[in-house]
T-cell receptor, first 117, second 112 residues
Framework: SAVISQKPSRDICQRGTSLTIQCQVD?????MFWYRQQPGQSLTLIAT?????????ESGFVIDKFPISRPNLTFSTLTVSNMSPEDSSIYLC??????????????FGPGTRLTVL | QKEVEQDPGPLSVPEGAIVSLNCTYS??????FMWYRQYSRKGPELLMY????GNKEDGRFTAQVDKSSKYISLFIRDSQPSDSATYLC????????????FGKGTLLTVNP
C-alpha cells in the first residue's frame, strides 16, 4: 500500500492570505485527489489532480480559489487562495492505483487542519 | 436525496458488544462498496471492500451488501476499545467511474 504524507499538518491563517498544502506519496500512483472534510459532513471531493495538466474540479470548486499542481506521479499541491473563515476545514490528499491490491482503494494522507481567522 | 446516507451517531457500546453500522444509497450504478475507518486526527484507511452483493468476512468484521435494497452494513463482533473511530462508507461504480462517494461517517466509541 502507498503511504501519503502532507505538509503542513495544521495552520492558522489570516483571512485574505493563501496557503499551499503539499502531498507526497512514497510510490507512483495513477490518480491523486484533494478532499475537504468539515465537521459532521462527508468527505467532499474538491478535484482530481492530473499529472502535467489542469486539475478536474468538482461542482462548486474553481481553479482560481483552489489551484492544484501535479508535476509528477508522486507529488501534488493544493493552494487555498484568498482565504475566509468558511475555508476552515481539514484538507485531505489521497492516491489511487498504486499497482498493488484493490485498484479502487484510495490511500489518504493524515490531513491538514486549517483555521482561518 | 443525498446519494449516500449514513447515520452519524454517535454510537457508544460496551466492550464485547456487536456493532452494526449501515448506509443506504440511491445510485444503482455503484458496484464497489467500501468501509473506511478514521481514527481521530488521522486520514481514513480502507477496512473492507465488497464487489456487488453478498457478504465478506475478515476476522471480527463482516460487510454485507444488498443491492436490491440499496443497503450496506458493517458488523463488528466482540468490539474492542481500539475499534473506537469514525467509520465511513464509500461507493464507486469502478472502471472509468473512479470517484468515491462517501457517507458522513458514524462515530463509534467502545467503552472498556
Amino acid at each position: 500500500s502507498a503511504v501519503i504524507s502532507q505538509k503542513p499538518s495544521r495552520d492558522i491563517c489570516q483571512r485574505g492570505t493563501s496557503l499551499t498544502i503539499q502531498c507526497q506519496v512514497d510510490s507512483q500512483v495513477t490518480m491523486m485527489f484533494w478532499y475537504r472534510q468539515q465537521p459532521g459532513q462527508s468527505l467532499t471531493l474538491i478535484a482530481t489532480a492530473n499529472q502535467g495538466s489542469e486539475a478536474t474540479y468538482e461542482s462548486g470548486f474553481v481553479i482560481d480559489k483552489f489551484p492544484i499542481s501535479r508535476p509528477n506521479l508522486t507529488f501534488s499541491t493544493l493552494t487555498v487562495s484568498n482565504m475566509s473563515p468558511e475555508d476552515s476545514s481539514i484538507y485531505l490528499c489521497s492516491g489511487q492505483g498504486s499497482g498493488t491490491g484493490f485498484y479502487n482503494e484510495q490511500f489518504f494522507g493524515p490531513g491538514t487542519r486549517l483555521t482561518v481567522l | 436525496q443525498k446519494e449516500v446516507e449514513q447515520d452519524p451517531g454517535p454510537l457508544s457500546v460496551p466492550e464485547g458488544a456487536i456493532v452494526s453500522l449501515n448506509c443506504t444509497y440511491s445510485n444503482s450504478a455503484f458496484q464497489y462498496f467500501m468501509w473506511y475507518r478514521q481514527y481521530s486526527r488521522k486520514g481514513p484507511e480502507l477496512l473492507m471492500y465488497t464487489y456487488s452483493s453478498g457478504n465478506k468476512e475478515d476476522g471480527r468484521f463482516t460487510a454485507q451488501v444488498d443491492k436490491s435494497s440499496k443497503y450496506i452494513s458493517l458488523f463488528i463482533r466482540d468490539s474492542q476499545p481500539s475499534d473506537s473511530a469514525t467509520y465511513l462508507c464509500a461507493m464507486t461504480g469502478g472502471g472509468s467511474n473512479y470517484k468515491l462517494t462517501f457517507g458522513k461517517g458514524t462515530l463509534l466509541t467502545v467503552n472498556p
